[in-house]
């Protein structure tokens, strides 16, 4: 058997149906590479099923060998190989440093973020309808929800539970709804298909069917379970919450106890992360990963760097629409001032989109068919950048009293952004040691206009009075 490089080597066996396979049994393998040995939970699959799964990470052999407290499933060897991955397998996200990430391969990644919580509970043709529409959408990070989500917009049942048992009789959270999290896997293979992450949130409070209130022993299960069924798929992300200070069944140790937990059974460590409402949690603690946040003023980018010496990944900065909470009604041309003010600073800088919509099919919750103007200008936005050196680091390039952010890379290469002002030029520092030459970029008409001659050192640069304006200035070589 052969299985590609951080792909999924899958291993299915026969077990016990009897009692409550769930809870009753322990299983899983250890996979052994050379000197490596890496310990993988297994987990119920119903109907006497059960199954390991791994991502490889090393080209070669490895031997398995399967352990659990059922003599059917205990003691099972065997052997495949790993082989090198195909063209667009680039391994997991990972973080390469203070400000950046990158495919384990070393491919850079640039997160380009979108909100849709409770798209895989809408069923199979609004689901594809989602997937359509992303397949031609520049965004390659999805946030959702494993639980289906009650709030306004949102009062639809899902098609399916995540546990046995119903709403009216109670749910037996000692048993999982194994058609759930099948079709859930499937919908995350669907997303790395399109080359996208899926920000998985564990936990949120918009909630009827009691989730949110599980008592300890039940979140945990749960959490070791997701994590069996969920960590050999390269694509994913944990977030522990969405707006986790809303919930008030947990605390702040609750949290950090979810944290040590997945990161206990995660064998691969995939990132980690929590978001907020109104109280930041502290991204300083070890287990988190980078910082996740929601808040409106992307100015702060450069404050929360600073901070947490962690990416910033500001996956909610309000959404383009037009309902009545204010956080679900501003332009679209705010939108991309507000994404392109955190990305200029370092930071990384999530879409939504909130449009009133006769039958509630919002994109922030539900997916289907974006309607807004700001897709293509980030799509417009992702290129510039793609088309940029790697490692961008953010600097002030403005002087006097003017400041003027910029992603730079040494003295050879900026990528500034001017805001939401209507300046008729601005002033800027370069070196006196060398040449350089202006574009200026419209992010809201995606045009790209060089300006004559070259320039160096501290000098005035003409613009067009008009918001949403950048400037790329490149070394003259």
């Known amino acids: 058997m052969m299985t590609e490089r951080w792909g999924i080597f899958e291993l299915t066996l026969n077990g016990p149906q009897t ?14 590479h050379q000197n490596r040995v890496i310990h993988t939970d297994g987990f119920y699959d119903g109907d006497g099923i059960y199954k390991v799964r791994f991502m490889p990470d090393k080209e070669g052999t490895w031997a398995y060998s399967t352990f659990s407290n059922c003599s059917e499933l205990d003691g099972m060897i065997g052997e495949f190989e790993c082989i090198m991955p195909s063209a667009q397998n680039h391994g997991p996200v990972r973080v390469k440093d203070e400000y950046h990430f990158a495919y384990e391969d070393g491919t850079p990644y640039l997160p380009f973020g979108t909100t849709c919580y409770a798209w895989i509970h809408q069923g199979d043709e609004m689901e594809e309808k989602t997937l359509a529409t992303l397949a031609d959408a520049p965004f390659n990070k999805m946030r959702m929800c494993v639980f289906p989500k009650h709030y306004d917009y949102n009062t639809n049942e899902p098609v399916y539970y995540p546990f046995e048992g119903s709403l009216e009789e109670g749910w037996d959270f000692t048993r999982f709804n194994v058609e759930f999290f099948r079709h859930m896997e499937k919908r995350i293979g669907e997303l790395l298909a399109l080359g996208i992450e899926a920000d998985l949130i564990l936990f949120h409070p918009y909630d009827r069917w009691g989730y949110s209130t599980m008592d ?42 979810f944290f040590k937990l997945i990161q206990q059974c995660d064998p691969y460590q995939h990132l980690r992360s929590v978001h907020n409402c109104h109280t930041f949690y502290d991204h300083g603690k070890p287990w988190v990963t980078h910082c996740s946040i929601q808040h409106s003023d992307l100015t702060k980018v450069t404050e929360w760097h600073k901070l947490y010496k962690k990416p910033v990944v500001v996956d909610e900065c309000c959404y383009e629409g037009n309902i009545a909470h204010n956080w679900g009604n501003i332009t679209a041309q705010e939108m991309v001032h507000r994404i392109w003010e955190g990305t200029i600073r370092g930071g990384y800088v999530g879409h939504g989109e909130t449009y009133v919509d006769p039958n509630d099919i919002l994109w922030w919750s539900k997916g289907g068919i974006l309607h807004g103007q700001s897709p293509e200008r980030l799509s417009f936005l992702r290129q510039l950048l793609e088309q940029s050196p790697q490692d961008l680091m953010p600097i002030d390039i403005g002087y006097s009293y003017d400041v003027l952010y910029a992603l730079s890379k040494n003295d050879e290469y900026f990528l500034a952004y001017c805001g939401s002002g209507q300046s008729a030029y601005k002033d800027i520092a370069l070196s006196d040691q060398s040449s350089y030459t202006i574009e200026v970029i419209d992010a809201w008409d995606m045009t790209v206009t060089p300006l004559d001659g070259v320039f160096r050192g501290k000098c005035r640069v003409k613009l067009p009075a008009k918001p949403y304006i950048g400037l790329r200035i490149r070394k003259v070589e």
């Open 216 to 257: 300890c022993e039940s979140d945990e299960r749960y959490l070791r379970y997701i994590t069996a069924r969920l960590s050999a798929y390269r694509n994913i992300w944990w977030s522990m919450a969405n707006e986790y200070d809303l919930m008030q069944a947990k605390n702040l140790m609750d949290w950090d106890r």
């Open 19 to 32: 009692g409550n396979p769930f809870v009753d049994v322990t299983f899983g393998a250890l996979f052994k």
